[in-house]
């Protein structure tokens, strides 16, 4: 198994364009988040999903939007960057046979300038 | 709501000392509980959780925490520091009464860990 993968590793975008952020999971977990990652500040929740077809938003939503269409795929989609958007992104994923223990992938460092 | 600390933004050890990183928790019923553990430019990677039955918890690395209800506590301790468990690590609680959401996970801000040689 591959576990959780996310793409990029890396981008920088400048103020305004759109993005996409790619994550996949082979474990045929139910649910799958989002988080961002900054000093200080934790893992936040930006976004998260109980199964395909259902989203739903967490602790900082705004500026991204999220879909689910399979169990294996869970995007996140920033609309229009913003330099409060610099951050490292994880995409994790769980299920209920493990209490929900979050399996968590590679990361993504964005840079919005 | 759920919330977690943890009340140490850093914590330095020598190495082959003790270490203890701490953790509180606040649910409105029973908890689960987690620790991960960061390495530098790296993902996080489970450590260890308590869910029910023994209140010490044993985990990877040699790792363990101790789960005290009447505390709310849920400490990770390690009996003789490595300098390679220098790391970020996260606390993390999921409230089992939390109705529709309690799968979810609220993270605490992180504690660095530094083993000095």
């Known amino acids: 198994n591959a576990g959780v993968t996310q793409t990029p590793k890396f981008q920088v975008l400048k103020t305004g364009q759109s993005m996409t952020l790619q994550c996949a999971q082979d474990m045929n977990h139910e649910y799958m988040s989002w988080y961002r990652q900054d000093p200080g500040m934790g893992l936040r929740l930006i976004h998260y999903?109980?199964?395909?077809?259902?989203?739903d938003q967490g602790e900082v939503p705004n500026g991204y939007n999220v879909s689910r269409s399979t169990t294996e795929d869970f995007p996140l989609r920033l609309l229009s960057a913003a330099p409060s958007q610099t951050s490292v992104y994880f995409c994790?994923?769980?299920?209920?046979?493990?209490?929900?223990?979050?399996?968590f992938g590679p990361g993504t460092r964005l840079t919005v300038t | 709501a759920q919330s977690v600390a943890q009340p140490e933004d850093q914590v330095n050890v020598a190495e082959g000392n003790p270490l203890t990183v701490k953790c509180t928790y606040s649910?409105?019923?029973?908890?689960?509980l987690f620790w991960y553990v960061q390495y530098p430019n790296r993902g996080l990677q489970f450590l260890l959780k308590y869910i029910t039955g023994d209140n010490l918890v044993k985990g990877s690395y040699g790792f363990e925490a101790e789960f005290n209800k009447s505390q709310t506590s849920f400490h990770l301790k390690k009996p003789s520091a490595l300098v390679s468990d220098s790391a970020l690590y996260f606390c993390?609680?999921?409230?089992?009464?939390?109705?529709?959401?309690?799968?979810?996970?609220?993270f605490g801000k992180g504690t660095l860990l530094t083993v000095n040689p």
């Open positions: 999903s109980v199964g395909a077809g259902i989203t």
């Open positions: 649910v409105s019923g029973n908890p689960y």
């Open positions: 994790a994923s769980s299920y209920e046979g493990r209490g929900y223990e979050q399996y």
């Open positions: 993390a609680v999921r409230d089992l009464n939390s109705g529709g959401s309690n799968y979810k996970l609220t």
